[in-house]
């Protein structure tokens, strides 16, 4: 909480991964789907991206601490399937 860049790191990184995650679901839906909860995923970019209010600290860190590592394993699995 005290880091403001790392913060602002972390931020941008998860408005990348929603952004992906859309550009995904616009050029082929079946595979995004198997993203769980890939539109929460892109919600949540949007409200980074249009800064809605003021992006609560504690509920970033809670989708990265909650969500993140399954996300990973997820998206692992897809593109160890495309090889």
């Known amino acids: 909480m005290a880091d403001a860049m ?3 790191a ?3 990184q998860l408005e990348i991964i929603g952004e992906a995650l859309n550009q995904l679901r616009k050029h082929d839906d079946s595979i ?9 995923i892109v919600a949540f ?3 980074l991206i249009h800064g809605y209010a003021e992006v609560d600290d504690r509920v970033v860190w809670g989708v990265v601490s909650t969500n993140l590592e399954r996300l990973v394993a997820e998206v692992d699995a897809l593109l160890a399937q495309s090889m």
Do not use: C, L
Request: proline share 0%; hydrophobic share 30%; net charge positive.
């Open 45 to 47: 970019r949007n409200i």
């Open 32 to 40: 995004s789907a198997e993203i769980t909860d890939h539109r929460r």
């Open 10 to 12: 972390v931020e941008r």
């Open 6 to 8: 790392m913060r602002s």
